[in-house]
């Protein structure tokens, strides 16, 4: 039987609105009875976007650190950072932070690792290609796995869900993943934003894996062990 968690506080740091909506079908599914604090700026990601991919600005990590400190001294259990552009910020801030954090992908990575060696990554915003790159080698080298990444960016996809047209966006990235599916024996999706797509992959060659599902699966796991 589930453990209550009615007590826990789960911390949230955004970096943009759109992610706020991608997570709350998750929180209300896997994390009932959490309570679930919210810090969201988007400015982080309107500077991230105006960097080249790899380059983040010092002040979106001081921000992090920030928002990391208010959450801790609010109490919460955990800290979930839920951009993927800027998920080097957790490592930035773990040695002035007491809390437990977690970045919204790693959990998804984790599970990639061990499926397999070709691992698809699929993106729909140019920064985050390199932070999740960079965050799938990481778990890989820590899983002691050798991978071989196969990345592949669909901007316009995006610019479909930013104008309201959500069923382009999906239309575009399954024929994405169908074609990308015949190369590797995972797949991971690189934004929060493509969590649009769960469900419609029931019935896929390799498994797909989205860091919505993932990652509160196991903040529940973490919040059930304190």
Known sequence: ?????TGRKLGVIHASLISTRAVQKYIDEILPGVEVVHWVDD???????????????KKNLYKFVQAAMSQEEYGVDLILLACSTFNRAVEVARPMISTPMLQIDRPMMDLAVQTGKRIG???????????SERLLKLAADEAGKTIEIRTRLCGEAFQMLKAGHPEKHNDMLLAEIE?????VDAIVLAQVSMTALEPHLRQMNVPIYNSGRTAFNRIREILEAI
Request: proline share 14%; charged share 15%.
């Open 1 to 5: 039987m589930p453990k209550d968690l």
């Open 43 to 57: 400015t982080i990601q309107n500077t991230n976007f105006a960097c080249e991919p790899g380059t983040i600005p």
């Open 121 to 131: 990554l699929l993106a729909t915003v140019p920064t985050t290609v390199p932070a």
């Open 179 to 183: 074609t990308l599916s015949k190369e």
